[in-house]
Nanobody
Framework: QVQLVESGGGLVQAGGSLRLSCAAS????????MGWYRQAPGKQRELVAR???????TYADSVKGRFTISRDNAKNTMYVQMNSLKPEDTAVYYC???????????????WGQGTQVTVSS
């Protein structure tokens, strides 16, 4: 079994900051691309940022310059530091990871349960 657990969401005023964490655990051989997605009410889930095992990052245009994604490969943990938050950043944030299983060697995509981020104006 593999689990992704997010933490760090909450309520913050516009202009504030939050740091989300996503920890992967279970029968993991390696973790490849990891990413943060978000889904606001009535909207489709969208990519926020992603990072490869080598540290290459990609950001949505809407968060460039404000969000920073990082990871600790030894801990199978990913983070996103979110600064200068705006009300339009309000959403449920999900982490996603491509994980190669320890025994089977197969690679699967896993999702966390989501964490709510609410930015008040």
């Amino acid at each position: 079994q593999v689990q992704l657990v997010e933490s760090g969401g909450g309520l913050v005023q516009a202009g504030g900051s939050l740091r989300l964490s996503c920890a992967a655990s279970g029968n993991i051989f390696s973790t490849n691309v990891m990413g943060w997605y978000r889904q606001a009410p009535g909207k489709q889930r969208e990519l926020v940022a992603r990072i490869t095992s080598g540290g290459t990052t990609t950001y949505a245009d809407s968060v460039k310059g404000r969000f920073t994604i990082s990871r600790d490969n030894a801990k199978n943990t990913m983070y996103v530091q979110m600064n200068s938050l705006k009300p339009e950043d309000t959403a449920v944030y999900y982490c996603n990871a491509e994980i190669r299983r320890l025994f089977s060697g197969a690679t699967y995509s896993y999702w966390g349960q989501g964490t709510q981020v609410t930015v008040s104006s």
